[in-house]
């Protein structure tokens, strides 16, 4: 029986996120079940040494005008991948709109960007590099200037078999990023029967699952639907109104990517501007029912709750914390 060729990438890609997945964690078979999760295109399934070249670029300043940015700037390995900054800065001071997202588990995500409109990390890679207030540059004009790279233009011809190009620079950074798996955090670990959550963990996590509407919008495993919501943050977006930008559908106002909470202790701060410093401030803003902006999902609803029972929630929400990802960068 001939096995056809998207099978035979299928079936690479599970083995290798499973192998990598092995490698994060040291566990033989713990995330078997988020393999039918995974999204990776079928044009470009992974291997170790494609991993090892997008790292690479990923690390790389010269992607940027003045070599002076790369996408580690704005995702460092110590902060989940965020930066820690309200909005990033890109080349000669210039300022993103918005809060860089964790990339950790991205091989999950069904749609990339706050907007929640590109189907793939190969289509994202590009953004940055032209953005003129990330790294201002012209993605011909990148490839002039790392096709000359030695090591660079060795792996293209290696690994896919053509001169170093746009192609070989997006697929490269897209399989690193999907190699980036955090999926051994405590609660994982409870999930798994492995170990016990205190009394204040397991409280705050009925209440996030039981009590409180959290689970519509940030469901487990991966703590997100993906989908776009508008949570009530402002009753006026102002300038960025969100998802709104792409088609210009006034139902889409105020519409932005549901983030995931996995390593929410280490992603501060918070939301699509880095408004929200504190995960308390966070629960503050959804006990009072949001902004009201007209377009708010019908989702979010005031609450109460004691002072023990945010602590609760805060304390289980740092369940979610797992660094293992973290022994490659070391």
Known sequence: MKIGVFTYYLGGIVILSLFLVRCVTGKENSFEVYVNDMNTPPDNPSSKEKIELGRKLFFDNRLSRDNSISCSSCHLPEFAFTDRKKVSEG?????TERNSPSILNSVFLKKVMFDA?????????IVPIQEHVEMNMKMRDVIEKLKGDPYYSKKAKEIFNREFDAWVLTRSIAAFER???SMNSKFDQFQRNELKLNESELNGWKLFSEKLYCTSCHPAPHFTTYKAENNGLYADYGADNGRFRILHDSMDIGEFKVPSL?????????MHNGSYGSIEVILEHYSKGGAGHWNQSSIIQPFKISSKEKMDLVNFLKTLTDTSYMKQFR
Do not use: D, F, K
């Open 179 to 181: 190699s980036l798996i």
């Open 91 to 95: 080349v000669a001071g210039g300022m």
């Open 117 to 125: 409109h590109l189907e793939t990390l190969e289509m994202q890679a």
């Open 262 to 270: 996995r390593n929410i202790e280490l992603t501060y701060p918070y």
